[in-house]
């Protein structure tokens, strides 16, 4: 019987069958069970025997039928396993990735070429009072020059700021001269947009201020700018211009020649040196504020450009609105090197 249990045992080839196995031999009703049974009708002295006897069968299938059961088991897992598993060889999924706007790239550049000028790059408000946006650049409520910065104003007599200029004001009511600041930012226009105008944009401010600074420290620093910006053989030039807050002041223009072949002047910016009324206003308000006068008699200049332009000049943009516009068959084309 044994050697027939232990043969079904091994050609069980689920735990169902398994268990049938188990059930005839080994159940309540099974057969050792049943020959165990009938013991008690041997004579005592054969009894002892084959007691014994039908005990060492039991152990024997106990544990072949524990052996095929642990088997069948980890026969089934992998099995399991195997038809779950994942298939590594599938192509993965593509997610898309970000990146940075060409304008933010550019000003990283801009922010790159004047720190190694030596530059500290801060940043201001775009909410602003127009004490700091017109009043302190020498462009009091009265002048006509505020109409070249069409405004928006907010409810609460704040405005927009219009430039970056009013950060030469803060920044020189905060800390003294010598000093050397650039001032990347968003400023707003309330302008009808086209292709070359639009209500919110950005530009780059610079305040140089110290003793005997010159037109020529000015006229240097852009074109080094220039070099950084469009390369070694970049060209500037400067045309007599007006802001309130300047005298002299100037526009600059780069010379560039395209990848299309094409070459010509581009105006970047606005420039000059700072007026002394902008330095005695800075004085003012540090004196309502408690603070020594120490800007009257120094000298600076400032400038400030607009990397749209950069942007739309260097690479063929042809309408300012695409950079917001958030069209994203426009900003992946700029990626990578630029
Ligand atoms: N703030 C001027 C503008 O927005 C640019 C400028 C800055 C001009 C500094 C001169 C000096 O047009």
């Not at 190694?116 to 127009?130: F, L, S």
């Not at 409520?141 to 405005?159: I, K, M, S, V």
């Not at 560039?256 to 902008?278: A, D």
Request: hydrophobic share 40%; net charge negative.
């Amino acid at each position: 019987m044994q050697q027939e249990a232990l043969q079904e045992i091994h050609s069980a080839t689920t735990l169902d069958a398994l268990q049938t196995v188990k059930t005839k031999y080994v159940g309540k009703s099974g057969l050792i069970t049943k020959e165990l049974g009938s013991l008690g009708k041997l004579p005592p002295e054969e009894r002892r025997a084959r007691g014994a006897e039908i005990n060492a069968v039991r152990s024997a299938l106990d544990a072949a039928l524990k052996e095929r059961e642990d088997t069948l088991k980890r026969a089934a897992l992998d099995a399991r396993l195997a038809s779950e598993a994942i298939d590594v060889t599938l192509p993965g999924l593509q997610l898309p990735s970000g990146g940075l706007h060409l304008i933010s790239r550019i000003l990283n550049d801009l922010e790159g070429i004047y720190e190694r000028m030596g530059y500290t790059v801060i940043e201001g408000q775009e909410v602003e009072d127009d004490a700091y946006n017109f009043d302190a650049l020498n462009i009091p409520w009265y002048h006509p020059a505020r109409d070249l910065w069409d405004t928006f104003w907010l409810e609460d007599g704040r405005l927009l700021r219009t430039h970056t200029s009013p950060m030469q004001v803060r920044y020189m009511l905060e800390h003294s001269a010598p000093l050397k600041i650039v001032v990347p930012g968003k400023v707003y226009r309330y302008e009808a947009t086209d292709a070359t105008h639009e209500s919110m944009f950005h530009q780059l401010e610079g305040l140089v201020v110290g003793d005997n600074i010159s037109m020529a420290d000015l006229k240097g620093t852009i074109a080094e700018m220039a070099r950084g910006l469009f390369g070694a053989s970049a060209k500037v030039r400067f045309q007599p211009s007006y802001y309130p807050f300047t005298e002299p002041g100037a526009d600059f223009s780069v010379w560039w020649e395209n990848p299309r072949g094409e070459s010509k002047w581009l105006e970047l910016g606005g420039c000059g040196m700072v007026h002394q009324n902008v330095f005695k206003a800075v004085d003012d308000l540090r004196e309502a504020a408690g603070k020594e006068r120490i800007y009257e008699g120094k000298t600076g200049f400032a400038f400030g450009l607009g990397p749209e332009r950069i942007a739309m000049l260097k690479y063929g943009i042809p309408d300012i609105r695409y950079f917001y516009a958030n069209d994203l068959r426009v900003l992946e084309q700029f990626r990578g090197e630029l």
